[in-house]
């Protein structure tokens, strides 16, 4: 069965360092991946997809995440946060067939 | 245009009224999904329309009641909900074949 993993719950970096959020996957076939950000009181905006292309995506934002097969992982990276970047982030694998499996968030704090 | 757009933005509603949910996308998607989220928790998936038909129920109460009039519009009715049902509720689409989903901002739902 496939499921995701996020490390971490909540991770908090001063404005201009480096962000990263952690995810892992467990999958018996190649999976599709996506980061969502949903900011407070709104719906899920995609960041980046991997559907097997290039195993480095870049998303909006500054955003970017590398797939590693050999750690199962996909985690997101930005090289400097910015305030606006506060938000939660999703981690998802698809199952196809419509069913996108999230992992748990992870609630991302700026400090000035 | 990657919009989905969802209405009402906000509902109250006691546990003996009838309210309806709608989520309307313009861009071709030929699947649309309901979702329930609540605060803090990843999006749960209720319902997959695919096609126009339903394709995936996942054991949902029958109080929530979807309805897809046609490829750009999916209406969810509601009735006799109780107060846990309170939540956000997301609508999102995808385009045939795609694995990526697009959401809308969603409806926050209060039952009293």
């Known amino acids: 069965a496939q499921s995701v993993t996020q490390l971490g719950s909540h991770v908090s970096v001063s404005e201009g360092a480096l962000v990263l959020l952690r995810c892992n996957y467990s999958?018996?076939?190649?999976?599709?991946l996506f980061w969502y950000v949903q900011y407070p009181n709104q719906g899920l905006q995609l960041l980046l997809k991997y559907t097997s292309a290039a195993t480095l995506v870049k998303g909006i934002n500054g955003f970017e995440a590398e797939f590693k097969k050999s750690e199962t992982s996909f985690h997101l990276t930005k090289p400097s946060a910015h305030m606006s970047d506060a938000a939660e982030y999703f981690c998802?694998?698809?199952?196809?067939?419509?069913?996108?499996?999230f992992g748990q968030g992870t609630e991302l704090s700026v400090k000035p | 245009d990657t919009e989905v757009t969802q209405t009402p933005k906000h509902l109250v509603m006691g546990m003996t009224n009838k309210k309806s949910l709608k989520c309307e996308q313009h861009?071709?998607?030929?699947?649309m999904y309901w979702y329930k989220q609540k605060a803090k928790k990843p999006p749960e998936l209720m319902f997959v329309y695919s096609y126009e038909k339903l394709s995936i129920n996942e054991s949902v109460p029958s109080r929530f009641s979807p309805e897809c009039p046609n490829s750009s519009l999916l209406n969810l009715h509601l009735h006799a909900l109780q107060p846990e049902d309170s939540a956000l509720y997301l609508c999102?689409?995808?385009?045939?074949?795609?694995?990526?989903?697009?959401f809308g901002p969603g409806t926050r739902l209060l039952v009293l």
């Open positions: 861009m071709g998607h030929r699947a």
């Open positions: 998802a694998v698809s199952l196809g067939g419509g069913k996108l499996i």
């Open positions: 999102a689409s995808s385009q045939e074949g795609e694995e990526t989903q697009y």
């Open positions: 999958s018996s076939v190649p999976p599709y």
